[in-house]
């Protein structure tokens, strides 16, 4: 059977070259019994393909059935799929068999695998590597002979770094992978499902064709489909139903398409380790602050040297050496806040040098060769705890306020404050 056959078979619709590597991929792949792991977005695909596996297999003769992993609560899932006896369980009146016990001799698909608990992962192990398992609140070993194929839409492989799936279950699954292309990887492929389902539609509601214009087919293909094949099939069935237009322009198609933001900002970052990802900010932020004063003083002494001791340079910079000043004089003032005692430095004020021999166009000059020259320290723990420092003493102490201007939370401010002795 040649790949137009099993199209035609399984109501499949495309020519793209990744979505005919999938077919020849399950076409050769069904005739074994390996265990298939389908991957894919949601709404790509992934069940067509477990039905071309089992039909061109052995078993298609079998039973087969659709199992969605995650619909299932993981209270129940291991009774679903292994059976329980009568009183195992509150609820249990009678003994029930499991679906890998009413599907002997054929194939379950058991969709969205990745929500399985890992018990349930352990137990599914066992079905894969030697047939057996055990009913809910039995201590009997039963056989059963079935083929598992399998299907998800999350990066499993990430899932097994994180502990939340077994590495020796992901192998044992993944002995053949089959990938399923998402529908914006397909563009030659998207108007074709399109006319295919506003004709079926049109026929089903017996209501006129729908024609695309130039532009609106050029808005339909550059559509990313985060849906992918059954957000089409959505939209073909709204504008079938919906639109009295029945010739499309792109004007009307983008009133049943959501907009996209084409922002090239980086992405949010979802249930991360907020406490791990305030501290690597505040040191970038530290880096960058030193980046910054180091360029600053460079071109301080740049201009020195270039021009001598300038009264304009001087009052050019004062804020500049007047911040220097602050962080290398001892303080000589204290504030005591309720939460905090801050040290208030004394400001420098710069006065203009008495000019030799009283004509003002004379700039001072001096002797640099005996300057001793000290070296900043460069520790990021120092520069942490300086900005710290500037930071509750900028807002008088007031811990919440220092902590949303540092980018952190207040139980990390608190926590710094007690490891470089703050307090």
């Keep these: 059977m040649d790949h137009q056959d099993i199209k035609n078979r399984f109501g499949i619709i495309g020519n793209s070259p990744l979505l005919n590597r999938a077919i020849d991929i399950a076409r050769q792949v069904a005739p074994t019994d390996i265990s298939v792991l389908i991957q894919g977005e949601s709404g790509s695909g992934k069940e067509v393909f477990s039905h071309i596996i089992h039909q061109l297999s052995g078993r298609k003769h079998g039973p087969?059935?659709?199992?969605?992993?995650?619909?299932?609560?993981?209270?129940?899932?291991?009774?679903?799929?292994?059976?329980?006896?009568?009183?195992?369980?509150?609820?249990a009146h009678e003994a029930r068999k499991g679906y890998f016990e009413v599907v002997d001799g054929g194939t379950i698909f058991l969709d969205e695998v990745g929500?399985?608990?890992l018990g349930t992962q352990a137990r599914l192990l066992r079905v894969l590597e030697s047939g057996e398992y055990i009913r809910v609140g039995?201590?009997?070993?039963?056989?059963?002979?079935?083929?598992?194929?399998?299907?998800?839409?999350?990066?499993?492989?990430?899932?097994?770094?994180?502990?939340?799936?077994?590495?020796?279950?992901?192998?044992?699954?993944?002995t053949v992978p089959l990938r399923i292309p998402p529908l914006r990887e397909r563009k030659e492929d998207i108007y074709l499902l399109f006319r295919k389902f506003v004709v079926d539609f049109?026929?089903?509601?017996r209501t006129p064709g729908i024609q695309l214009t130039p532009d609106a087919q050029d808005l339909l293909t550059n559509y990313s489909w985060p849906g992918n094949v059954r957000q089409l099939k959505n939209i073909a069935e709204q504008i079938a139903v919906l639109e009295k237009e029945r010739v499309v322009t792109a004007q009307i198609l983008s009133n049943y398409i959501p907009i996209e933001s084409h922002t090239t900002l980086p992405m949010p970052v979802k249930d991360a380790n907020k406490e791990n990802f305030s501290e690597r900010d505040l040191l970038y932020k530290v880096l960058f602050d030193m980046r910054?004063?180091?360029?600053?003083?460079?071109?301080?002494?740049?201009?020195?040297?270039?021009?001598?001791?300038?009264?304009?340079?001087?009052?050019q910079n004062s804020p500049y050496i007047n911040q220097l000043y602050q962080e290398v004089r001892p303080a000589t003032t204290n504030i005591v806040n309720d939460d905090y005692a801050i040290a208030q430095p004394p400001t420098l004020t710069i006065?203009?040098?008495?000019?030799?021999?009283?004509?003002?166009?004379?700039?001072?000059?001096?002797?640099?060769?005996?300057?001793?020259?000290?070296?900043?320290?460069?520790?990021?723990?120092?520069?942490?705890?300086d900005l710290i420092k500037k930071a509750l003493r900028k807002h008088k102490g007031k811990r919440k306020a220092a902590a949303q201007e540092?980018?952190?939370?207040?139980?990390?401010?608190?926590?710094?404050?007690?490891?470089?002795?703050?307090?």
């Excluded at 799929?81 to 509150?90: M, Q």
């Excluded at 590495?167 to 044992?172: A, G, I, N, S, T």
């Excluded at 203009?352 to 900043?376: F, I, S």
């Design 351 to 385: 006065h203009k040098p008495n000019q030799p021999n009283g004509n003002k166009n004379d700039y001072l000059t001096y002797d640099t060769e005996d300057v001793e020259e000290v070296e900043e320290s460069l520790s990021l723990v120092d520069k942490e705890s």
């Design 64 to 91: 087969f059935i659709a199992v969605n992993c995650g619909a299932i609560p993981e209270g129940t899932i291991d009774s679903e799929l292994f059976g329980h006896e009568k009183g195992s369980f509150t609820g």
């Design 115 to 117: 929500e399985l608990p």
């Design 292 to 315: 910054k004063d180091m360029v600053d003083l460079k071109k301080l002494v740049v201009e020195l040297i270039q021009n001598g001791f300038n009264p304009g340079t001087i009052e």
């Design 202 to 205: 049109a026929d089903k509601y």
């Design 138 to 174: 039995s201590s009997k070993v039963q056989k059963t002979n079935v083929r598992v194929v399998a299907a998800t839409n999350v990066d499993v492989y990430e899932a097994v770094k994180k502990g939340k799936f077994r590495e020796d279950l992901y192998y044992r699954l993944n």
């Design 406 to 423: 540092l980018g952190i939370s207040e139980r990390t401010l608190y926590r710094k404050i007690k490891d470089l002795n703050l307090d």
